[in-house]
């Protein structure tokens, strides 16, 4: 009979516990799968990243090509230039030449219209520098039956009578226009070397393809000079 009613009483809690259930409001949705919505999500921002400036990354097998910098340095002696004492030729007393020999000149028109030089020192020896040799350039008017323009030339010393022959009669070279060229080596003056200070007399002749004489420059006699290099450096 115990039996029976404890039944009963089971049966009865479990109607109890099955009919409340069904009367209380669970809300049950968080065992459901929520689905996604459409969102508002913010649009991505784009952030400007400064560029840094590009550095010079120093190579370290690059050569150095700068050019020393001269740093003064006050405690050191200053250096100066000093002039060089320069050689001056003793001046002698030169001789007063003799008058023209009447031979050389030729009453004629003036045929030699300019005489040009290329030096008015020539030097010989081994222990100075100067000129070798000299260089005439002659113009010359035109003149009937002229062939040649020919060159004489001899050595006068400054200090004594002694001078050497006239020579040379060399034939100047021409560029069919009225000039006159010509260059005269020291090794072409005779005896040159037992001269220590001369002049270098010199004189134009015209001529025909003969070598008839139509007329001579007047005798250049000191405008040249011809000296040894001990005369300058004692």
Known sequence: MHSAILKKVIIILLAVVITGCSALPVDLS??????????????PTVTLIT??????TPDLFALNTEAPTNTFDPGAPVV?????PTSTATVRPTITLEPVNPSLFTPSPNIFLS????TDQLVWGSTCDG???IQFI????AVRRMRYVLLFYRLQDKYSGRNTDWGGGAIMKDNDQGTYFYTLELD????????EDAWLQYQ????????????????????VSMTHCKVFNP
């Open 115 to 118: 005489v040009q030089r290329s």
């Open 131 to 133: 000129a070798r040799s």
């Open 80 to 84: 100066t230039s000093t002039r060089q």
């Open 204 to 223: 134009f002749v015209a001529s025909t393809a003969g070598l008839t004489v139509l007329g001579r420059s007047v005798v250049d006699r000191t405008s």
């Open 138 to 141: 002659v113009q010359a008017m």
């Open 51 to 56: 560029s840094r400036e590009p550095t010079n």
């Open 188 to 195: 072409q003056l005779d005896d040159y070397r037992t001269f």
């Open 30 to 43: 968080f065992l459901n799968t929520p689905t996604a919505g459409p969102t508002n999500s913010p649009e």
